[in-house]
């Protein structure tokens, strides 16, 4: 069975930092791509970049750009989402995706991620 497993979230004031890691298990290979989706109450769920392991290249949301990095660390089986700079609008439930598809669309504004972890709440003060 194949499992992600966020961790690191928590509470920060801003301007902040925080890492955020995502662990993969029960896959024959790294996914082909992986992403970090949040959500906040109220709100719908926002892609906010994501990796494509094959090549390294990754892709990012407008409100994260210069702010949020991911990357990715295969003898752990891990991608993590570094975030900088962290603001009160940042605050959400951030949800780590997978998808093993070649053809998949590794974009942020993509849904339709196969696999998905149970969340890491981060929350940013003012």
């Known amino acids: 069975q194949v499992q992600l497993v966020e961790s690191g979230g928590g509470s920060v004031r801003a301007g902040g930092s925080l890492r955020l890691s995502c662990e993969a298990s029960g896959y024959a290979y790294i996914p082909h791509c992986m992403a970090w989706f949040r959500q906040a109450p109220g709100k719908e769920r926002e892609g906010v970049m994501t990796?494509?392991?094959?090549?390294?290249?990754?892709y990012w949301a407008d409100s994260v750009k210069g702010r949020f990095t991911i990357s990715q660390e295969y003898a752990k089986n891990t991608v993590y989402l570094q975030l900088n700079n962290l603001k009160p609008e940042d605050t959400a439930m951030y949800y780590c995706a997978a998808d093993q598809s070649k053809l998949f669309f590794c974009r942020p504004s993509n849904p339709l991620f196969r696999d998905w972890g149970w969340g890491t709440q981060v929350t940013v003060s003012s």
């Open positions: 990796i494509d392991t094959s090549d390294g290249n990754t």
